[in-house]
């Protein structure tokens, strides 16, 4: 295995990980600012409000995006299987 492979496994996987953590990450971020909007303009200023609703919103987006991010960890394993595959001969 040459460094160019290396290199566009490595590139892969940053882009796998990516593409399964983004949505997830943007949800959790959304809820974020709403939550300190919300807050801003009660000023209720409690540190423990934002954390509940990111964790249920987080916890609820990982249920409905579980079959995309088993897909997309296939396809790469898949990937990689086949140049493990293509390594031996």
């Given at each position: 295995m040459n460094d160019l492979a290396v290199v566009e496994v490595g590139k892969d996987a940053i882009y796998t990980l990516l593409l399964m953590v983004t949505p997830l990450l943007i949800a959790a971020m959304l809820i974020g600012l709403i939550i300190g909007l919300i807050q801003t303009l009660t000023q209720v200023q409690e540190m423990t409000l934002v954390?509940?609703?990111?964790?249920?919103?987080?916890?609820?987006?990982?249920?409905?995006?579980?079959?995309?991010?088993?897909?997309?960890?296939?396809?790469?394993?898949?990937?990689?299987?086949?140049?493990?595959?293509?390594?031996?001969?």
């Open positions: 954390f509940v609703p990111k964790i249920l919103l987080v916890f609820i987006g990982l249920i409905f995006l579980l079959p995309f991010m088993i897909e997309q960890m296939r396809t790469f394993s898949n990937g990689i299987f086949d140049r493990i595959v293509a390594l031996g001969t």
